[in-house]
């Protein structure tokens, strides 16, 4: 056991990125257990290995890797579309005060109505397709970006632009050059939980609209009795966000943060 | 170089909160001739800095005109460099790149301006830290990049908001003295704003007394340069005109 725990720590310790893997651990370990024991019938609660046995079936077979490629691709389309026009809104709103005061509640309210809301009526106007979950993503992508991009402009030190229109930049030099790297910590903030937002929407709307996807299979597979794919599209969502989200979009924030923070030492 | 000057000028803020119009700057004027460095001294409140936003053009005056050379001033602009008491560097730029900015935005081709940013760190030493990024310095090495950001885009005018405020008071002599030594050697034109009477005297050619929005009195200041902190502090000369715009600070 202790060399077992040595082993981990020098894992860690040159792989540093595995440490967020370590309090799955004990999670794994507890429903390996009670699945071993069967309090649950199989059928209802399945056995991680028959998890596992059937996620590598459904990956080598290429179904899983399909759907997940058709998940991933909807969600970069809709978010590339979603913070298009979140961050030069964004811009706007956080620039000008007439813009703010006049959108600000405006965007509050559409804010309030969470995405899955406005499914019911997109089912009505564009029936069950693409054009709907893409509105879907694009809808909660779009607010995060927005209202993190208009406070981070908000947030700019006055002085700033001052300076730079002292050194002679016209006003779209000093929004390239001090407005939009002043707002970029907030900017990537906001694309992190837009993305986080937009994910799982996305499955949200597949369960609902699908004919294919990470949402679709477990729907599906819930209509073929087959709980085990419903966990492993569980499996398959949380891991691939985790991933994407502390190796990529968490080290990206910080590091916007850090380089760009206006924070004082 | 051109002569600034300030014909009657006046700002009322309007406070929303208390409903309450507040008259920062009273019926203010002065002439700046080319080459000419003067200091403005008093109390916090007293409307320094809404005298060097309105000339930096930052804010409009209520009433009254500022002229650079004949013509109205309009906005901000590069003929009026500013150097701020927060420094205000672009912490996403290096050292280097804060002080090229201004060329750059005239239009100079890069490596000019390079060349140029490098001359000016030279200047006050700083060329070793080019690379770096300004919140890696102290507050004092940042503030010389302020000042030299401000010079190497050659304005008419230099505007100085309290500038060595920030800084500890041995930095701030330090500071002081290579400013001084900066405007002997190239005779900037500067306005100076600052509530210490020391350092107002120590600059200055001429040290104006603003209170309550309102110019008081003008205090030459008649002392040979080079100016430097070991040889005024025991000078009977500057004693006396340190002790005199104390007095007159304290009176009005
Ligand atoms: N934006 C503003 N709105 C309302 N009142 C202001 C504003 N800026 C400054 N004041 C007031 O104007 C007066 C002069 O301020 P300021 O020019 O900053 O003085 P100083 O720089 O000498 O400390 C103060 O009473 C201050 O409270
Ligand atoms: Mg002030």
């Not at chain 1, 794994?28 to 009670?34: I, K, N």
């Not at chain 1, 993190?148 to 908000?154: F, K, P």
């Not at chain 2, 170089?1 to 119009?21: N, Q, T």
């Not at chain 2, 330090?174 to 190239?186: F, G, H, N, S, V």
């Amino acid at each position: 056991m202790e060399r077992l725990a040595a082993r981990w720590l020098w894992f860690v310790e040159h792989w540093p990125r595995a440490a967020v893997f370590a309090p799955f651990v004990p999670l794994l370990l507890s429903w390996w257990a009670v699945a071993e024991i069967e309090i649950f019938p199989p059928a209802f609660f399945p056995h991680p290995l028959e998890v596992l046995r059937r996620g590598v079936e459904l990956a080598y077979k290429g179904v899983l890797g399909a759907y997940l490629e058709d998940s991933v691709l909807r969600l970069a389309v809709g978010a590339a579309a979603g913070i298009a026009v979140g961050l030069p809104l964004g811009l706007l709103v956080g620039l000008s005060d007439r813009a703010h005061r006049t959108l600000w509640p405006l965007l509050l309210f559409f804010q309030a109505i969470g995405d899955i809301a406005w499914l019911p009526i997109l089912l009505v106007w564009f029936g069950f397709g693409l054009t709907t979950m893409t509105f879907v993503i694009v809808y909660t992508v779009m607010f995060p970006v927005l209202m993190n991009t208009a406070l981070g402009v908000r947030a700019v030190p006055e002085v700033l632009p001052r300076a730079a229109l002292s050194l002679g930049a016209s006003r779209a030099r000093v929004i390239l050059e001090v407005v939009v790297p002043g707002a970029l910590p907030n900017i990537v903030t906001g694309i992190r939980n837009g993305l986080g937002f937009g994910w799982r929407a996305l499955v949200a709307a597949e369960i609902i609209v699908g004919t294919s996807g990470i949402g679709f299979m477990m729907f599906d597979a819930r209509r073929a009795g087959s709980v085990t794919e419903v966990v492993i599209g569980l499996v398959v969502l949380g891991v691939l966000w985790s991933i994407v989200d502390s190796w990529i979009l968490a080290p990206l924030e910080r590091a916007t943060g850090e380089r760009w923070g206006l924070v004082a030492r | 170089m051109k002569e600034l000057l300030v014909e009657r000028l006046s700002k009322i803020y309007f406070d929303p909160d208390r409903g309450e119009r507040i008259a920062a700057l009273e019926e203010v004027s002065l002439r700046i001739a080319p080459g000419e460095f003067v200091a403005v001294v008093g109390p916090s409140g007293c409307g320094k800095s809404t005298l060097l936003n309105l000339i930096a053009g930052f804010l409009e005056p209520t009433s009254g005109r500022i002229l650079l050379d004949g013509r109205p001033v309009r906005g901000p602009g590069p003929d009026r460099g500013v150097v701020f008491q927060s420094y205000a560097l672009f912490p996403w730029k290096t050292v280097l790149e804060n002080v090229a900015f201004g060329p750059r935005m005239r239009g100079l081709p890069k490596a000019e301006c390079h060349a140029k940013a490098m001359r000016y760190l030279e200047l006050v030493g700083l060329a070793h830290v080019a690379h770096r990024y300004p919140r890696e310095l102290s507050g004092g090495m940042q503030q010389r990049v302020g000042v030299v950001r401000a010079l190497a885009n050659e304005p008419e005018i230099l505007l100085m908001d309290e500038p060595f405020a920030a800084v500890d008071a041995q930095t701030r002599m330090t500071l002081q003295e290579e400013l001084a030594r900066i405007y002997e050697e190239r005779r900037p034109t500067i306005l100076f704003v600052t509530h210490d009477v020391n350092e107002a005297v120590f600059l200055a050619d001429r040290v104006l007394l603003l209170s309550k929005g309102r110019l008081r009195e003008e205090i030459p200041v008649p002392i040979a340069r080079p100016r430097r902190w070991p040889r005024l502090v025991e000078d009977d000369d500057f004693k006396a005109l340190v002790a005199r715009t104390l007095s007159a600070v304290r009176a009005a």
